[in-house]
């Protein structure tokens, strides 16, 4: 007997329905909401309904001084935090690559910051940072150097905000690669061996190209989320002093949830979802060249 | 010869020097906060910063006393296990279907999720859960947690079904099985690993999640990670209160993480590794 009920042969369509109509109904409904309030200039506490004012609420944020400088900031942290991410990692997983005790141990320690709630990691790096208790400070006075302000101060906010995220997220990057590494067939490294080849040779011209596609990959993981960064910026410094640490997505949080401009709020939205899309994208066309 | 063996002996010990360096980096804030929330206001404020101290207690008792933590502890675990269990619902049959019918453009469509600033979803989700009555419920915080936890399920679980040979269920249907039925009696009792790792990771990004907590819960429905953000507020920072309390919002993440650490690692490297 052949069974082919009607669940049997639309299987294929049944079994993701409520998946998809769940995403349609919190995802792209949601967006698309985002997309029609940013050609408006609303404001909730207005008590007015939506006016449709075309592009006037994008020429409006687009121009803004302070827009331009979230956009830049938001670049410049994602950039520096996943390369030096992607540096301390790689070389991180080339180092723990080989068979010794205590390797299990140490993959287990570096699952720990992966897992840690941020924006409690946020909060302990506070402790650290605090100009006048924190350990940081005591490091720098006991190497001589004068004290700095670290997150309280413009110019040193970014840079301190990038060491909590590398502590948090380079070990992803290690993980990702160890296990890319683990992969690899073993014969090119044995044949450049008998070739003669050095141990940084081998390195450099076999084993880093094979494993690259795993290293792109893990860098668009990392890249996607370097550029939503949200929890540790909103809590160690919610955009501040100022807005010296205000990158797309606290501007985005503060124009929706503190000013209330959801017009304007929707166009940097639209603005920080366009670029964390052709950021993937681009790493995702350098990956295939990799591969090639 | 023993030129040979003295190089290796000190690139053993210079090997395990970068190790134990790594891990101190690594540990180095878990264990400053485990001990400042051991310590008393005057022992964390004490400069230079005091490493040999007398334990005390009390700031559990005023985090656990004074606060209502126990509320907001109870309110992160409802939220994550019964957004993590709908996610499964929906997501295993999901995943199944995208690994045995090759539906790329839907995964894609789930995992768009992932990609998307949460924030783009959250601004309307604000407006429209205000106009439902829906702000601090248990169900729009169930939701938006949902969006987290679904990608990661059909992410995990599509790659995890894609290794099991389809000849299984089909020798099954050939007896005369429905697909329906070899779905759920014999493939999802043999991905138990893969449920395994898709549930403990989304419950853990549940568990953390700021941002959606922030917004969309108030006093009766806040999660943890917004009451350790509270104790920031106080006009002057309770040091030793922020960090008992980060300590207990981080125990339940890292223990469930040691107990299930093959299954962490595997999701968090799946996909990547892969290809």
Request: with cysteine; aromatic share 12%; charged share 10%.
């Amino acid at each position: 007997m052949i069974h082919s009920s009607f669940a049997d042969r639309n299987l294929h369509r049944l079994f993701p329905l409520p998946a998809m109509i769940f995403v349609a109904l919190l995802m792209v409904f949601p967006v698309l909401y985002t997309l029609f309030l940013s050609f408006t200039n609303w404001n909730l506490t207005s008590g007015q309904p939506p006016a449709f004012v075309g592009l006037r609420s994008y020429m409006r944020v687009l121009s803004e001084p302070r827009f331009l400088e979230a956009l830049g900031r938001t670049f410049a942290f994602t950039f520096f935090a996943v390369a030096i991410e992607a540096v301390i990692g790689v070389a991180t997983a080339l180092i723990l690559n080989r068979s010794f005790v205590g390797k299990s141990v140490a993959k287990t320690l570096l699952l720990l910051p992966l897992v840690a709630t941020p924006v409690a990691v946020g909060i302990v790096f506070n402790l650290f940072y605090d100009p006048t208790i924190g350990l940081a400070n005591f490091v720098l006075t006991s190497l001589g150097l004068p004290p700095a302000l670290w997150v309280s101060h413009a110019s040193t906010v970014i840079p301190a905000l990038i060491l909590v995220d590398v502590w948090q997220w380079t070990p992803m990057i290690t993980l990702i690669v160890l296990a890319g590494l683990a992969g690899l067939s073993e014969e090119p490294v044995e044949a450049a061996r008998i070739d003669g080849a050095s141990e940084w040779q081998i390195i450099r011209f076999v084993t880093l190209p094979m494993v690259m596609p795993v290293i792109l990959t893990a860098v668009i993981l990392r890249l996607i989320d370097a550029l939503k960064t949200f929890d540790i910026i909103f809590a160690m410094t919610g955009g501040g002093p100022g807005y010296a640490s205000e990158t797309l997505n606290i501007m985005g949080f503060k124009y929706s949830f503190e000013y209330f401009r959801m017009g304007q709020a929707a166009v940097i939205l639209v603005a920080l979802f366009v670029v964390v899309f052709c950021c993937s994208l681009l790493i995702m066309k350098l990956r295939e060249k990799s591969e090639a | 010869m023993s030129a040979t063996i003295g190089t290796k002996k000190t690139t053993t010990v210079l090997f395990y020097t970068i190790v134990i360096v790594i891990a101190l980096i690594v540990l180095f804030p878990f264990l400053w906060m485990l001990s400042s929330s051991f310590k008393t206001q005057v022992d964390i404020i004490a400069w230079p910063p005091k490493l040999i101290f007398t334990p005390t207690l009390q700031n559990y008792e005023r985090v656990f006393g004074e606060q209502d933590f126990l509320q907001y502890f109870i309110n992160s675990t409802v939220v994550g296990v019964v957004a993590v269990g709908l996610s499964l619902v929906l997501g295993l049959p999901a995943a199944y279907s995208i690994a045995r019918f090759k539906q790329q453009r839907l995964a894609v469509f789930i995992l768009l999720a992932r990609l998307m600033p949460g924030i783009s979803f959250l601004m309307p989700w604000y407006i429209i859960f205000s106009r439902l009555g829906l702000m601090d419920s248990y169900t729009a915080l169930i939701l938006s947690h949902m969006l987290i936890a679904l990608p990661i399920v059909v992410w995990i679980m599509s790659s995890y079904f894609a290794t099991i040979p389809p000849d299984l269920e089909e020798s099954a249907m050939v007896d005369g099985a429905t697909r329906q039925y070899a779905f759920w009696k014999i493939i999802l009792p043999l991905s138990a690993p893969g449920i395994i790792t898709a549930t403990t990771l989304s419950f853990i990004f549940s568990w953390n999640n700021f941002m959606f907590s922030q917004v969309l819960s108030m006093e009766k429905t806040k999660t943890l990670p917004i009451a350790v953000y509270n104790f920031l507020s106080y006009a002057e920072v309770d040091w030793g209160g922020v960090m008992a309390a980060a300590v207990a919002i981080m125990a339940p993440a890292i223990v469930l993480t040691m107990v299930f650490q093959k299954y962490v690692v595997k999701g968090l490297t799946m996909g990547a590794v892969k290809g």
